[in-house]
């Protein structure tokens, strides 16, 4: 996990201080507009938050050009909890504390009425609670788990987006940091080829998506069974394709790089080798006469790489040739993992709404790029606080329980190490996992958060745990 780094860190903050001074045309001076988050910005998606929350500063109401930033700060503790023996990779049973920062610089510039460029820059430090080991559903989505990356601002997204109209029909859409378009063709394609995360665009859910505003969980905020294609800072290089159909009916499709190991920062560029694809159906409408519609995602992955295999690793060490389970021991290989998930999210009423994943995957070969679920169910519900008078506060409760398959089982009682998981032997139970947290706007962009999580059966393991984890976060959107 990166570690604190003043110099990196305070040329972010130059960059996100310069926001107080910038004065474009088309600046009003009125009260701030809309910042939707990194993972509410999927243009394809309306936000079931009936409210847009304010930034510190307004910003520009021209389409040509889009600049914003936001900073994240999670604060963890767990108390001490029953653990008779542990491992290298298993969540430590002393009491302990953690924090993490997240800096995020967006930026982009339409080009024509057609095509535009997003470039997003960030800084991430601190820790997660053990170094994010031990637990499948990690409690901090905002952690980065590999300590040998720099410690410098980097390129987190740089894409090219571009419009195919379909029609001359057009409708307004909501600018946010990944589409600075104001009106759209109802019926269009939509390209994007460049450096962006899987989970910017696939899986998304209005009440269960941001760590910045909702849910702080792994498994809470994607479905863990979704092994996206991601280095170990969870973005790619991908070219994506979207086809609209009067905002009814989406369907995306992406053709992604894989790391070159589980969870390494390096992606492989054999694309003869290594490689991925995404598909996912959106399909939007009423049920039983809601005044909103409903959202039902349908997703599917298919994962090409350079992976272990459970059975076999399992066999090889039962045969003599490893003294544990080893499933990196192996020459190099392309093995492939899939996996299906579905998503829904229903408004009950303007303030109110419910939500739910369920995820499957093989579970044959290794996890590799994003955790150690093979199949997971969810369900939540989220609410803003216009029913009680204050219309930019968020709440939400959710509960998840994950997964894994009987050789994976198999493979971590017998002592082996995935890249998250291994506590040296293993008695079986699914990880259950209970969120809640309560989301406040104090003052234009200031939004102090109070969240708590129950994990029962850390890395699904009935021997150690429970695991309580009381949170403190702090947002600022610029």
């Known amino acids: 996990m990166p570690t604190h780094n003043h110099r990196g860190t305070w040329r972010l903050w130059a960059m996100l201080a310069a926001l107080c001074f910038l004065r474009l045309p088309g600046v009003l001076a009125q009260d701030p507009t809309q910042v939707q988050q990194p993972n509410e910005a999927n243009g394809s998606a309306e936000s079931a938050d009936p409210e847009s929350p304010p930034t510190m500063f307004p910003h520009p109401e021209t389409d040509r050009l889009w600049i914003s930033g936001q900073a994240n700060f999670i604060s963890q503790w767990h108390p001490a909890f029953h653990s008779p023996y542990s491992a290298k990779n298993s969540l430590s049973a002393e009491a302990q504390d953690a924090s993490s920062r997240v800096l995020t610089l967006f930026t982009g ?25 031990g637990v499948a559903g990690f409690l901090n989505l905002d952690v980065v788990r590999n300590p040998t990356l720099s410690k410098l601002p980097y390129i987190a997204r740089l894409m090219w987006h571009q419009i195919i109209p379909l029609g001359h029909a057009n409708s307004p859409s909501d600018r946010n940091p990944f589409s600075l378009f104001s009106q759209l063709a109802e019926r269009r394609i939509e390209i994007r080829f460049g450096k962006f995360s899987m989970a910017d ?44 159909h009067n905002r009814h009916v989406i369907v995306r499709f992406a053709e992604a790089l894989m790391p070159k190991v589980a969870n390494g920062i390096n992606l492989d560029a054999d694309l003869s080798r290594a490689h991925a694809e995404n598909l996912e159906l959106e399909v939007r409408g009423k049920v039983a006469r809601r005044q909103q ?56 009423n303007s303030w109110f709404g419910v939500f739910g994943r369920w995820g499957w995957n093989e579970g044959q070969h290794e996890s590799y790029a994003y955790t150690e679920v093979d199949a997971t169910d969810e369900i939540g519900v989220g609410a803003s606080g216009k029913r009680w008078g204050r219309k930019y506060d968020r709440a939400g409760l959710a509960f998840v329980s994950n997964g894994i398959s009987r050789d994976h089982q198999e493979y971590l009682a017998l002592g082996g190490y995935g890249f998250l998981l291994g506590d040296g032997r293993l008695n079986y139970g699914r990880e259950n996992i209970l969120e809640t947290y309560y989301t406040m706007h104090v003052w234009r962009g200031f939004y102090p958060s109070f969240g708590f999580q129950y994990v029962d059966h850390p890395g699904y393991n009935r021997d150690r745990g429970p695991v309580l984890a009381p949170t403190l976060r702090v947002h600022l959107e610029f």
């Not at 535009?116 to 800084?123: A, R, S, W």
């Open 109 to 133: 510039l339409r080009l024509t009425s057609t095509s535009e460029l997003i470039c997003d820059v960030q800084e991430t430090g601190g820790h997660g609670l053990g170094e994010a080991l």
């Open 201 to 244: 665009f696939f899986d998304f859910n209005s009440y269960g998506t941001d760590s910045n505003f909702q849910f702080m969980n792994w498994t809470v905020d994607n479905a863990g069974t979704y092994d996206y294609a991601a280095d170990a800072r969870g973005f790619t290089f991908a070219t994506m394709a979207e086809y609209h």
């Open 293 to 348: 519609d409903g959202v039902l995602r349908l997703l599917s992955f298919v994962n090409h790489a350079n992976m272990g295999d459970y059975r076999t690793a399992i066999d090889n060490f039962l045969a003599g040739l490893t003294p544990i389970p080893e499933i990196t021991a192996h020459p190099l290989q392309t093995t492939v993992k899939y996996g299906f998930g579905a998503n829904f999210e229903q408004p009950l």
